[in-house]
Nanobody, 118 residues
Framework: QVQLVESGGGLVQPGGSLRLSCAFSGFFFHAYLMRWFRQRPGKERELVGVITSSGIGANYADSVKDRFTAERDTIKNMVYLQMTGLKPEDTAMYCC???????????WGQGTQVTVSS
C-alpha cells in the first residue's frame, strides 16, 4: 500500500518562494509517475506538474511554467515542488499523487495548504 504525505505549505508574500515535499511510503517508487495537483478556492482541481518515474523529465501547467520546478529524489523516495515568484492566484491546497505505470493504480496525499497574501 502506498502512502503519500505532503508538507511545506504555509503563508508567503507575493513574489516569495516555497518548497513543497511529498514523502512516498511503499514499494517500487521508481514504478510510479508522480504528479502535483492543486485546488484553488471555488475551482476544480488542476494538474500543476508531472515528473517521470526516472525524475529526468517534467511537464508543467502553463500557469506555473518557469516558476515551479518538480524534483524527484529516488533514494529518499521524495518528490518536491519548488515554487518561486508566487502569486495570490497560486493560493490553493496542493497535493501529490502516485500512479503506477502498469496497473494504473492511483494514490493521493492529504494535501498541504499554500496561501499567498500580503
Amino acid at each position: 500500500q502506498v502512502q503519500l504525505v505532503e508538507s511545506g505549505g504555509g503563508l508567503v508574500q507575493p513574489g516569495g518562494s516555497l518548497r513543497l515535499s511529498c514523502a512516498f511510503s511503499g514499494f517500487f517508487f521508481h514504478a510510479y509517475l508522480m504528479r502535483w495537483f492543486r485546488q484553488r478556492p471555488g475551482k476544480e482541481r488542476e494538474l500543476v506538474g508531472v515528473i517521470t518515474s526516472s525524475g529526468i523529465g517534467a511537464n508543467y501547467a502553463d500557469s506555473v511554467k518557469d516558476r515551479f520546478t518538480a524534483e524527484r529524489d529516488t533514494i529518499k523516495n521524495m518528490v518536491y515542488l519548488q515554487m518561486t515568484g508566487l502569486k495570490p492566484e497560486d493560493t490553493a491546497m496542493y497535493c501529490c499523487s502516485a500512479e503506477h505505470l502498469y496497473t494504473k493504480n492511483n494514490y493521493w496525499g492529504q494535501g498541504t495548504q499554500v496561501t499567498v497574501s500580503s
